[in-house]
């Protein structure tokens, strides 16, 4: 069976020699047997202790708990209850740091589609990164509530062609409208666009958000801050331009 010196035990497990020697002064973790020398020595079993002391230390138990934890006739199961919850806690952990590596990703992604770009341009990138998922709710709402109105759609055209039926059709139409209507003013009250060019995060009126040209993720549109007509991109509309009807990206996200 191994055998190991203070400084050994002390190298295996990241701590100094004094402080293997202190927590024999407190009892914690007394040697198996001392050399004929009056060094200390510990066994395989010694260095496992010292190792739970350790992870113990790190989850910020002082030294007089620990000391009572091991002193336990059967410590394994709380030792046990504690490991489970490092594990929890490192994978939450874990979790965070692959989001930000992400968000990080799509960030180095947004920028490479930029000629030129500038702190404005980061920050507006940033802010439609923290956007994209309540953004993407809003688009899954559209989608629900638009396939029932679709096999409506498809059912009534195919029955009107196959049967002769028309009635149904008409109803399609009559539902159509008022759906079109008011899911439109729904969704454009939801929904805000950068400026490009000054960075504003403005609403636009119904009318022109309901006719201008588009793409799934940007819409032609007139900036109300510096007149800049061009594409601008979507997001869910922010609590700041909600209420004031424009804002830069920053002030809008502080705002949040």
């Not at 079993?45 to 009572?68: T, V």
């Not at 394994?76 to 994978?91: G, M, N, P, T």
């Not at 400026?195 to 799934?216: D, G, I, Y």
Request: proline share 4%.
């Amino acid at each position: 069976m191994s055998k190991y010196t203070t400084g050994e035990i002390a190298k295996l497990c990241g701590v100094t020699v004094r402080t293997v020697q202190y927590y024999d002064t407190r009892g914690i973790l007394v040697p198996s047997e001392l050399s004929e020398g009056g060094r200390r020595l510990y066994s395989e079993e010694d260095l496992k202790r010292m190792q739970i002391i350790c992870f113990l230390r790190d989850l910020g138990l002082s030294i007089d708990s620990i000391g009572q934890l091991l002193s336990e006739e059967h410590p394994a199961s709380v030792i046990s209850l504690l490991l489970d919850q490092q594990e929890a806690v490192l994978k939450e952990e874990i979790g965070s740091r692959e989001e930000k590596l992400k968000k990080l990703s799509e960030l180095k992604s947004g920028l490479k589609n930029l000629d030129d770009y500038s702190v404005e341009s980061i920050g507006d990138i940033a802010y439609i990164m923290s956007n994209k998922e309540k953004l993407k709710k809003l688009h899954l709402v559209m989608l629900a509530t638009a396939i029932p109105l679709g096999i409506l759609q498809w059912s009534s055209i195919i029955l009107w062609i196959t049967k002769g039926i028309r009635w149904l059709f008409a109803v399609w139409v009559i539902v159509a409208i008022p759906y079109a209507v008011i899911l439109s003013r729904w969704y454009f009250r939801s929904v805000a666009y950068i400026c490009p060019q000054c960075h504003t995060v403005f609403k636009p009126t119904l009318r022109e958000a309901f006719w201008a040209s588009h793409t799934p993720a940007a819409r032609k549109l007139t900036c109300p801050s510096c007149g800049h007509k061009g594409f601008c991109v979507e997001v869910a509309a922010p609590e700041a331009a909600a209420e004031n009807g424009k804002g830069t990206a920053s002030e809008v996200k502080d705002h949040a």
